[in-house]
C-alpha cells in the first residue's frame, strides 16, 4: 500500500517529459475531482486482490480502475459507511479491505459486494476500540493488524485468535508518558530485525521489542530547536541496520541513528520558519539507493539527495499541463 499513497499524492508517472527548471524528468498525470474523484484531499490507497484502486479521502471511498472513478459514500444505504471521511486501508488476508475513519472507527470491507460488513467502534459489544478516530493501519502477515489511533496510543488485532490486544495501559504502567504518546502515524517493522516494531506518533518514536514486550522511546533533543516539531514524527524509510530517515511535521527530514542515538536534521530554506509547510512532511518512500521521494504538507512534491543533502521539488506550472498537480 506505500508506493500506492505516493502514486496518488502526486500521481506521478516516472516518463521522460521535461520539467520547467527541475534536475529531474517527469511526466505528471493528475486526476482530482474534475475525473470523478469524490475529494481532492486524498488520505490513503490500496490495491484490492482484482487489481482495483481504493482511495480513501475527505468525502467518501472511491474505486479507480485506471480509467474511471467509482463513488461510495455514507448516504448510500447499500454500502453502510459510517461515515465518509477515511483516513487508512489496508488489505485484509482474504481479501477484504479494513477502513480506518476519522470519527467511526474500524470497518471491513467487501470490495466484491462494495459493503461494510463490520464496523468497530468504543462501545461495540465485541472487540471495542479506545478511540474512535483512527489515524493508521498496518496489515502485517496474514494475522496482525495494528490499530493507530488518535488517543490511547494503539491496539492490535489478531485475526487468527479473533482478539483485540490494548497497549496503552501497559505503556503507562511502564512510562508513565502514554498519555503523551497520542497521534499514531505510522507502524514501520525493522527489516534488520522481525522481533522490532518502530512506531511514529505525535511525541516521538517508539521502539517495541515484541519479543521482550519492552518499549523504548526516542526523541529527537536540541536545546536550540523546537523539537516539538521534530518529535512529531510520520513515516521512516530505513538506512542500513542501525539507522533511518523520519519526516517529521514541521521540523523537515530527520537522520536518526538508534545505535549510537544520534540525531541529524535537514530542513528546505534555512530562512524559512521551521514549521513552514515545506518542513512538514507526510510521507517518504525510498526513490534509490541515494534518493528518497518528499512529499510535503502544502508546498511540494519532491525528491531528497541523501549524498549531497539537497532537496529538488517539482512545481506547479498553469500553462503546463503535465507539471505537478499544485504545490
Known amino acids: 500500500m506505500r508506493y500506492f499513497v505516493f502514486f496518488f499524492i502526486s500521481l506521478v508517472y516516472p516518463l521522460i517529459f521535461k520539467i520547467k527548471g527541475q534536475e529531474y524528468d517527469h511526466y505528471f498525470r493528475n486526476y482530482t475531482v474534475s475525473q470523478g474523484l469524490p475529494s481532492n484531499s486524498i488520505y490513503a490507497l490500496a490495491k484490492d486482490s482484482d487489481g482495483f484502486v481504493w482511495i480513501g479521502t475527505s468525502n467518501g471511498l472511491s474505486r479507480f480502475d485506471a480509467y474511471d472513478f467509482k463513488v461510495l459514500r455514507k448516504s448510500d444505504p447499500h454500502v453502510q459507511l459510517p461515515d465518509n471521511e477515511i483516513m487508512a486501508i489496508e488489505n485484509h488476508p482474504e481479501g477484504y479491505l479494513w477502513l480506518g475513519h476519522y470519527s467511526s472507527g474500524l470497518s471491513l470491507f467487501d470490495p466484491k459486494s462494495q459493503k ?7 462501545d461495540s459489544q465485541k472487540h471495542p476500540l479506545k478511540d474512535n478516530r483512527i489515524l493508521s493501519l498496518y496489515q502485517e502477515g496474514d494475522s496482525l493488524l495494528f490499530i493507530g489511533l488518535h488517543y490511547n496510543f494503539f491496539q ?15 505503556l503507562l504502567e511502564e512510562k508513565k508518558i502514554a ?3 497520542h497521534n499514531i502515524h505510522s507502524f514501520n517493522s525493522d527489516p534488520y530485525d522481525k522481533n522490532i516494531l518502530w512506531i511514529c506518533t505525535g511525541a516521538g518514536l517508539v ?3 515484541r519479543k521482550s514486550g519492552k518499549f523504548d522511546i526516542f526523541n529527537y533533543n536540541n536545546d536550540k530547536i523546537s523539537t516539538s516539531l521534530h518529535n512529531s514524527m510520520r513515516y521512516i524509510v530505513f538506512q542500513g541496520d542501525s539507522a533511518m530517515f523520519i519526516g517529521s511535521w514541521g521540523g523537515g527530514l530527520i537522520y536518526f541513528n538508534h545505535k549510537r542515538n544520534t540525531w541529524k536534521n535537514y530542513i528546505y530554506d534555512n530562512r524559512l520558519p521551521l514549521n513552514g509547510t515545506r518542513n512538514i512532511i507526510r510521507k517518504i518512500a525510498r526513490k534509490s539507493d541515494s534518493e528518497l521521494w518528499i512529499a510535503t504538507h502544502d508546498s511540494a512534491f519532491g525528491v531528497f539527495d541523501i549524498a549531497s543533502n539537497k532537496f529538488f521539488f517539482y512545481k ?12
Open 156 to 170: 492490535m488485532y489478531d485475526i487468527k485468535r479473533d482478539t483485540m490486544y490494548d497497549y496503552s495501559d501497559k
Open 116 to 122: 461494510v460488513i463490520a464496523n468497530y467502534q468504543i
Open 316 to 327: 506547479h506550472y498553469p500553462d503546463d499541463m503535465y507539471s505537478a498537480i499544485n504545490q
Open 179 to 181: 498519555s503523551s504518546l
Open 207 to 209: 521502539k517495541w521489542n
